[in-house]
Structures are given as C-alpha cells and as structure tokens.
C-alpha cells in the first residue's frame, strides 16, 4: 500500500511532516490549500481514518501509525489559536 507523507504549517508558522499509509489522504487535503483549524482537524481525522481502514481491510489490523500521526496532530492543534488555519503545503 503506497504510503504518503504530506507537509504542514501550522497557524504559528510552524510546519510539520506527516504520515498517511495510505493514499486515502489525498481525498481530504490539497497540497496548497489553506484551511480553517477546525476544518484542518476534521480532514485529518477523515483521511487518516480511512487510510488505517484500508490497511485492516488489506492486512486484517488497523495501522496504528496513523493513528499515531492524528494524535500528534490533535495535540499540536492544541498550541494553536482557534481562528487560525493550517496549510498543507505539499503530499507525495
């Protein structure tokens, strides 16, 4: 399954490398697209949901790893402002 790894900048200027282990993220987040945080948050949890439901279906075990990465996103999203937005500068 072919993994991706996707680049973000936080609201703070921050930016962060990411995990999906699958390509299901793509249906969620655009490389340069900004998005509000709470919208970010909701599209990282939808995609790395279904990238570790495509490894249980293919391997018959969720992937932990993306569920690792969404909580290192959710914690993180904890330092940032509310109204801010994130941008996904970049998948592959």
Request: charged share 20%.
């Amino acid at each position: 399954m072919p993994e991706v790894r996707f680049t973000i900048r936080w609201p703070d200027g921050a930016e962060e490398s990411c995990y999906s282990p699958s390509t299901a993220i793509h249906r969620h987040l655009a490389a340069g697209e900004t998005y509000p945080l709470a919208e970010f948050l909701e599209r990282a949890r939808a995609g790395l949901n279904e990238a570790s439901e495509r490894v249980a279906a293919k391997y018959g075990f969720a992937c932990s790893a993306a569920m690792d990465q969404l909580a290192l996103i959710e914690q993180a999203a904890k330092n940032q402002p509310l109204d801010g937005h994130v941008t996904c500068l970049s998948l592959s």
